[in-house]
């Protein structure tokens, strides 16, 4: 039977729990190892929601029964598109201790970026909020389930209409399977380097190295945990986040949004230490502290993270948020480096920091795949106790973005500073980061082909002081089509509204590389020279 996903080399691994940076245990384990040592302790705040240790302990193992009842197995894929909820942590170690595989989706993900994900993973069950930023998940889910015949059950959080309420899963304790930790712990969504959308599979010892080694580095039972950021994703999910957090014996407070109308009286009620943000949400706090009621002076640690974090805004951060900044440079695929919470000012207002893992091999090369001299700008390619091999059932894909002895391409350029610090110079991908959102080009130029006027495509990224990029998307087209309808199709063709165009672009012909392709540097000119003559 083949693999779904590209297993480390058995030398590898047993290297790995040989120098103590696997353990062999799963995310349940070390959760419910927590749970034991600090049954009274604050667990998760969510709303009106307040779980202890014990109490959340209970509840995932009465749920893992529940869903085990339900059918689904160990091994089966479900697919999780809940926002942060209290029902997104239960179901999560839920499924893991069930020894199920939850892929986790982005709530802002809509119909299409679904159906390719569910293609892939061909997932049992779905779960779903019932609404969720004005937004009717169970609506979605019934187009959904007519394509993708192996969803047998809908799972909502909330009000169920004909679906599986969670609420009525929460069943007596029954023995649970053993699950191995070399085994999948979950699948993240890959922010890509190519094509379409991709899966990354964890495995629960690759997974649990980031939560132990940054909290590890500074965080502990005193502390309290800001989940601003969608958890569906990896930074405030696992780095240390809100694994890191339920294995420390912190706590872990939901914020719906990351605006800091959620946020702040959040933090000032549950005297919050630190959260995760990107770089666009950062400024809007520092800016949001000088008029805002609430008091965030508990706050000892901002880290961002996500895209590039401008030096001038995390000097202000600094400054206008009162506490300490730790630049994250990560990805889905793995690889994590942070500044560290004493170092210098100018290493952490400049740099994204080092690896944490002497076993992470970082190599900055040339096209052909040569170490740059030190010093100089290159492709960062890397692999490493936490880093994956492949992706999940996608064998191109992983051919392309992984280097036949296992280093994950990962199309952002880089620069290493004498002291080992890395500073992102920018990237090779054809992907647009709008604010920490990725949108890859020829995804999106794929969905606007489908619309009958458009005859060529090409999306390209340009500046923007608040997101650091927006959408540019340069069109040939029959007849003129505005931005607003441009949008509208999309929207109607269930895209996720983050990749919509943000400023459309229209020309007779696109440019085109020696070997036919689009020729995005081109257009990306182009637009620096308009911005530059205005
Ligand atoms: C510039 N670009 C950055 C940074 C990521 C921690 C933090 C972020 C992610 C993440 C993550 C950047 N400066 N500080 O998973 O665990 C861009 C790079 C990278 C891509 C990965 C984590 N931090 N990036 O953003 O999988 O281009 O992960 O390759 O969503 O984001 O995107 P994603």
């Given amino acids: 039977m083949g693999h779904d996903w590209t297993p480390y080399p058995q030398s590898t691994a047993a290297d790995y729990r040989r120098q103590g940076h696997w353990h062999g245990k799963t995310l349940g384990e070390r959760f419910r190892e927590c749970a034991r040592r600090y049954p009274d302790d604050p667990a998760v705040v969510a709303g009106d929601a307040r779980l202890t240790y014990a109490e959340l302990d209970n509840r995932c193992d009465r749920l893992a029964n529940g869903l085990a009842a339900l059918g689904v197995q160990p091994r089966d894929r479900v697919a999780v598109q809940l926002p942060n909820l209290v029902e997104f942590v239960e179901v999560l170690f839920a499924l893991m201790r069930v020894g199920a595989t939850p892929v986790l989706v982005m709530p802002s993900y809509r119909r299409q970026e679904l159906r390719a994900l569910m293609e892939i993973a061909e997932p049992t069950a779905y779960v779903i909020p019932d609404c969720y930023g004005g937004f009717d998940f169970r609506s979605q889910a019934r187009e959904l389930c007519e394509d993708i015949g192996t969803v047998r059950h809908v799972v909502v959080a909330g009000e169920p209409e004909e679906f599986t309420p969670v609420e009525g899963l929460y069943h007596g304790p029954e ?86 109308d959620d946020a702040f009286p959040l933090i000032e009620g549950e005297r919050v230490t630190w959260t995760t943000l990107v770089p666009s949400v ?32 995390a000097r202000r951060a600094t400054q206008g948020l009162g506490c300490g900044l730790q630049q994250v440079y990560g990805m889905a695929e793995g ?12 290493l952490v207002l400049t740099t994204q920091g080092r690896p944490p893992c002497p076993a992470d091999e970082v190599r900055l090369v040339d096209p052909d795949g040569v170490d740059v001299e030190a010093g100089a700008v290159g492709e960062l390619w890397t692999r490493g106790p936490y880093t994956v091999r492949g992706y999940f059932r996608a064998p191109r894909d992983s051919a392309e973005s992984f280097t036949p002895d296992g280093l994950y391409r990962t199309g952002d350029l880089a620069r290493r500073l004498p002291s080992g610090h890395l500073v992102i110079k920018g990237r090779l991908k054809d992907v647009i980061n709008r604010g920490g959102d990725k949108i890859a080009c020829e995804e999106l130029e794929g969905h606007l082909l489908a619309h009958p006027a458009i005859s060529a495509a090409a999306a390209v990224p340009v500046a ?71």
């Avoid at 379409?196 to 132990?212: C, D, I, Q, S, W």
């Avoid at 002081?465 to 998307?473: F, I, M, Q, S």
Wanted: glycine share 8%.
């Fill in 175 to 260: 023995p649970l399977p053993d699950v191995d930790a070399d085994d999948l712990a979950l699948c993240v969504m890959s922010g890509g380097t190519t094509g379409g959308p991709k899966l990354v599979p964890r495995t629960h010892e690759n997974y649990a190295y980031l939560p132990n080694a940054c909290a590890a580095a500074g965080l502990d039972r005193s502390d309290v945990y800001l989940a601003a950021l969608p958890l569906a994703h990896n930074f405030p999910l696992a780095c240390p986040g809100l694994l890191g957090t339920l294995t420390s014996g912190g706590t872990a407070v939901m914020s719906p949004t990351s605006s800091p």
């Fill in 282 to 313: 950062v400024d809007f706090w520092t800016e949001a502290r000088q008029w805002h009621r609430s008091d965030v002076s508990s706050l000892r640690l901002v880290q961002v993270g996500g895209a590039l974090l401008r030096p001038e805004s």
């Fill in 335 to 346: 690889l994590l480096t942070m500044t560290a919470l004493d170092e210098p000012d100018d």
């Fill in 464 to 534: 923007d002081p608040g997101l650091g990029e927006r959408v540019c998307v340069f069109l040939v087209c029959e007849q003129r089509q505005s931005l607003r309808e441009v949008r509208a199709f999309l929207q109607a063709r269930g895209v996720a509204s983050f990749k919509f165009p943000d400023r459309l672009e229209y020309v007779d012909r696109l440019p085109l590389t020696k070997i036919g392709k689009i020729d995005r540097k081109v257009l990306v000119a182009r637009l620096a020279g308009s911005a530059s003559g205005s």
